[in-house]
């Protein structure tokens, strides 16, 4: 009997690691999916916005009708004040900003995963420019609990090591 332990052993090993890397690549594949239904939700935000402030108007924020645009986000009244409105998806947070600028009032819009490294691990930032960026989210980011409030906009966007790249137009 003590002869099938070996091969038994050696197969239940095999298998065990079997499922452990279907449940990584599982997991992987989602975290993946998530980020990329967040770029096109940050995509079709600042898409949104531009022609918000393409008026001359100042951006009404992640509230209201234009929140009402995009009917899986959700409002966060609770985080936000009169400069900045947050709402998220159940995935991402997202927040937009009031921003002054050269031209006259404008706005910065960010993304980042709930949950880091379980909703998503890259994180957005997109303004009047109309360039999309994404990030490493090297802090780590995560909702509100790690890396909360963020900068607004972060100041190391354009450094090339700060793991910022801008999204070809393609994507936009």
């Known amino acids: 009997m ?9 197969l239940l090993l095999l298998l065990l690691l079997g ?14 999916e998530r980020e990329a239904q ?8 600042l898409a949104a916005s531009l022609q918000a402030v393409g008026a001359g108007h100042a951006h009404p924020g992640l509230r209201g009708d234009f929140l009402a645009r995009f009917p899986s986000l959700q409002p966060r009244p609770e985080l936000g004040n009169e400069a900045i409105s947050y709402a998220d998806d159940g995935e991402y947070l ?4 009031a921003a002054s600028t050269a031209t006259g009032q404008g706005f910065i819009l960010r993304a980042w995963p ?9 994180e957005f930032e997109g303004a009047e420019d109309g360039v999309l960026w994404e990030g490493m989210n090297c802090v780590g980011r995560s909702g509100t609990d ?20 801008p999204l070809p137009a393609a994507h936009r």
């Open 94 to 97: 997202y927040a937009l900003a």
């Open 19 to 32: 499922v452990v890397r279907a449940v990584a690549g599982a997991q992987a594949n989602g975290l993946v």
């Open 146 to 165: 790690v890396g909360f409030p963020p900068l607004f906009p972060d100041p190391d966007l354009d450094r090339a090591t700060a793991g910022w790249t």
């Open 2 to 10: 003590t002869r099938l332990h070996g091969p038994v052993l050696f």
């Open 38 to 45: 967040a770029r096109e939700t940050v995509e079709a935000l």
């Open 114 to 122: 709930l949950r880091f490294g379980h909703t998503g691990d890259v």
